[in-house]
Protein backbone atom coordinates (compact mmCIF):
# COMPACT_ATOMS: atom_id res chain seq x y z
CA UNK A 1 0.00 0.00 0.00
CA UNK A 2 2.63 2.11 0.85
CA UNK A 3 4.57 1.83 -2.67
CA UNK A 4 1.56 2.41 -4.21
CA UNK A 5 1.00 5.76 -2.73
CA UNK A 6 4.71 6.34 -3.16
CA UNK A 7 4.57 5.69 -6.62
CA UNK A 8 1.50 7.94 -6.97
CA UNK A 9 2.80 11.08 -4.89
CA UNK A 10 5.97 10.64 -7.36
CA UNK A 11 3.66 11.23 -10.40
CA UNK A 12 2.13 13.91 -8.60
CA UNK A 13 -1.29 12.27 -8.27
CA UNK A 14 -1.28 11.95 -4.46
CA UNK A 15 -1.35 15.43 -2.76
CA UNK A 16 1.52 15.80 -0.18
CA UNK A 17 1.12 16.00 3.75
CA UNK A 18 2.05 19.76 4.91
CA UNK A 19 1.88 21.30 8.13
CA UNK A 20 -0.49 24.40 8.78
CA UNK A 21 0.12 27.01 11.03
CA UNK A 22 -2.24 29.92 11.77
CA UNK A 23 -4.11 31.36 15.11
CA UNK A 24 -1.33 29.79 17.17
CA UNK A 25 -1.90 26.77 16.39
CA UNK A 26 -0.31 23.89 13.98
CA UNK A 27 -1.88 20.81 12.23
CA UNK A 28 -0.15 18.33 9.60
CA UNK A 29 -1.97 16.45 7.48
CA UNK A 30 -3.43 16.60 3.96
CA UNK A 31 -5.77 19.35 2.55
CA UNK A 32 -5.26 21.46 5.79
CA UNK A 33 -7.65 24.15 6.63
CA UNK A 34 -7.25 26.89 8.63
CA UNK A 35 -10.38 29.66 9.87
CA UNK A 36 -12.68 30.77 12.26
CA UNK A 37 -9.43 30.24 14.90
CA UNK A 38 -9.33 26.37 13.62
CA UNK A 39 -6.48 24.62 11.97
CA UNK A 40 -7.50 21.38 10.72
CA UNK A 41 -6.24 18.39 8.19
CA UNK A 42 -7.07 15.20 6.97
CA UNK A 43 -5.00 12.07 7.88
CA UNK A 44 -4.85 10.37 4.52
CA UNK A 45 -4.22 11.50 0.99
CA UNK A 46 -7.89 10.76 0.27
CA UNK A 47 -9.22 12.94 2.88
CA UNK A 48 -10.74 16.01 2.80
CA UNK A 49 -11.51 19.08 4.79
CA UNK A 50 -13.73 22.43 4.50
CA UNK A 51 -14.93 25.30 6.30
CA UNK A 52 -17.92 26.14 6.35
CA UNK A 53 -20.57 27.79 9.31
CA UNK A 54 -18.20 28.72 11.69
CA UNK A 55 -16.66 25.10 11.61
CA UNK A 56 -14.00 22.72 9.81
CA UNK A 57 -15.22 19.15 9.03
CA UNK A 58 -12.16 16.88 7.84
CA UNK A 59 -12.74 13.26 6.58
CA UNK A 60 -11.15 10.34 6.14
CA UNK A 61 -12.41 7.55 3.91
CA UNK A 62 -12.25 3.97 5.72
CA UNK A 63 -9.56 1.62 4.92
CA UNK A 64 -10.62 -0.69 2.40
CA UNK A 65 -12.26 2.62 0.18
CA UNK A 66 -8.22 3.20 0.11
CA UNK A 67 -6.96 3.24 -3.66
CA UNK A 68 -4.71 -0.33 -5.40
CA UNK A 69 -1.48 -0.23 -5.23
CA UNK A 70 -0.28 1.46 -8.21
CA UNK A 71 0.59 -0.92 -11.04
CA UNK A 72 4.30 -1.50 -12.75
CA UNK A 73 6.04 1.29 -13.33
CA UNK A 74 5.80 1.11 -17.21
CA UNK A 75 2.20 1.72 -16.62
CA UNK A 76 -0.04 4.59 -15.87
CA UNK A 77 -1.76 4.80 -12.51
CA UNK A 78 -5.26 6.01 -12.68
CA UNK A 79 -6.29 8.51 -10.66
CA UNK A 80 -7.21 7.93 -7.72
CA UNK A 81 -10.73 9.10 -6.57
CA UNK A 82 -10.96 11.86 -4.12
CA UNK A 83 -13.71 12.64 -1.63
CA UNK A 84 -15.41 15.80 -1.50
CA UNK A 85 -17.03 17.75 1.18
CA UNK A 86 -20.42 19.28 0.43
CA UNK A 87 -21.74 22.32 2.72
CA UNK A 88 -26.01 23.36 2.62
CA UNK A 89 -28.66 23.70 4.65
CA UNK A 90 -25.88 24.49 7.57
CA UNK A 91 -24.64 21.18 7.24
CA UNK A 92 -20.90 19.56 5.54
CA UNK A 93 -21.11 15.84 4.96
CA UNK A 94 -17.52 14.59 3.16
CA UNK A 95 -17.23 11.23 1.32
CA UNK A 96 -17.95 10.55 -1.79
CA UNK A 97 -20.85 11.24 -4.68
CA UNK A 98 -22.13 13.51 -2.01
CA UNK A 99 -25.48 14.90 -2.91
CA UNK A 100 -27.67 17.91 -1.13
CA UNK A 101 -31.52 18.36 -1.26
CA UNK A 102 -34.60 18.46 0.69
CA UNK A 103 -32.68 19.99 3.62
CA UNK A 104 -30.13 17.20 3.74
CA UNK A 105 -26.34 16.61 3.34
CA UNK A 106 -25.39 12.89 2.38
CA UNK A 107 -22.32 11.23 1.07
CA UNK A 108 -21.35 7.51 0.52
CA UNK A 109 -18.01 6.65 2.43
CA UNK A 110 -15.97 4.51 -0.13
CA UNK A 111 -15.71 5.52 -4.22
CA UNK A 112 -17.49 3.21 -5.34
CA UNK A 113 -20.79 3.94 -3.49
CA UNK A 114 -23.35 5.61 -4.77
CA UNK A 115 -25.94 8.54 -3.51
CA UNK A 116 -29.40 9.87 -5.04
CA UNK A 117 -31.66 12.07 -4.22
CA UNK A 118 -35.64 11.39 -4.69
CA UNK A 119 -38.80 10.92 -3.12
CA UNK A 120 -38.13 13.50 -0.43
CA UNK A 121 -35.24 11.58 1.01
CA UNK A 122 -31.74 10.97 -0.27
CA UNK A 123 -30.41 7.12 -0.13
CA UNK A 124 -26.81 6.17 0.20
CA UNK A 125 -25.32 2.74 -0.54
CA UNK A 126 -21.69 1.50 -0.62
CA UNK A 127 -21.04 -2.25 -1.81
CA UNK A 128 -19.92 -4.43 1.02
CA UNK A 129 -16.57 -5.24 -0.20
CA UNK A 130 -14.30 -3.11 -2.15
CA UNK A 131 -13.25 -4.38 -5.54
CA UNK A 132 -9.90 -2.54 -6.79
CA UNK A 133 -10.89 -0.83 -10.14
CA UNK A 134 -14.76 -1.44 -10.03
CA UNK A 135 -16.73 0.89 -11.60
CA UNK A 136 -18.81 3.33 -8.88
CA UNK A 137 -22.30 1.82 -8.27
CA UNK A 138 -25.91 3.18 -9.58
CA UNK A 139 -28.63 4.45 -7.83
CA UNK A 140 -32.24 3.81 -9.38
CA UNK A 141 -35.94 5.19 -8.21
CA UNK A 142 -38.99 4.10 -9.53
CA UNK A 143 -42.37 2.93 -8.08
CA UNK A 144 -41.81 5.70 -5.10
CA UNK A 145 -38.49 3.84 -4.00
CA UNK A 146 -34.80 4.11 -4.10
CA UNK A 147 -32.18 0.70 -4.74
CA UNK A 148 -28.74 1.48 -5.05
CA UNK A 149 -26.36 -1.38 -6.30
CA UNK A 150 -24.69 -2.69 -9.76
CA UNK A 151 -26.58 -4.13 -12.73
CA UNK A 152 -29.88 -2.21 -11.34
CA UNK A 153 -33.30 -3.26 -12.73
CA UNK A 154 -36.88 -1.81 -12.51
CA UNK A 155 -40.06 -3.43 -13.62
CA UNK A 156 -43.04 -5.18 -12.88
CA UNK A 157 -43.28 -2.31 -10.02
CA UNK A 158 -40.14 -3.59 -8.66
CA UNK A 159 -36.24 -2.36 -8.54
CA UNK A 160 -33.77 -5.14 -7.66
CA UNK A 161 -30.03 -4.47 -7.74
CA UNK A 162 -26.86 -6.61 -7.08
CA UNK A 163 -24.50 -6.10 -4.43
CA UNK A 164 -21.23 -6.96 -6.18
CA UNK A 165 -19.61 -5.17 -9.52
CA UNK A 166 -19.57 -8.70 -11.30
CA UNK A 167 -23.43 -9.28 -10.28
CA UNK A 168 -26.36 -8.67 -13.16
CA UNK A 169 -30.10 -8.76 -12.82
CA UNK A 170 -32.57 -9.73 -15.02
CA UNK A 171 -36.58 -9.34 -15.46
CA UNK A 172 -38.70 -11.86 -16.27
CA UNK A 173 -41.64 -13.98 -16.24
CA UNK A 174 -43.14 -10.79 -13.69
CA UNK A 175 -39.65 -11.65 -11.49
CA UNK A 176 -36.31 -9.43 -11.51
CA UNK A 177 -33.36 -12.10 -10.40
CA UNK A 178 -29.81 -10.91 -9.68
CA UNK A 179 -26.90 -12.92 -9.15
CA UNK A 180 -23.76 -11.32 -7.46
CA UNK A 181 -21.28 -13.18 -9.21
CA UNK A 182 -19.94 -15.27 -6.22
Known sequence: MMIGLLAMAILGQVPQASCLSQYGQTACGYGCVAQYGQVKCAQTPQGACKAEYG????????????????????????????????????????GFACVAQYGQVKCARTPQGACKAQYGQITCWDPPMQTPGAPPAQCLSQYGQTVCGYGCVAQYGQIRCASSPAGRCQASGGQIQCWDGR
Open 55 to 94: NITCWDPPPQAAPPPAPPYYASPAPAPQSTCLSQYGQTAC
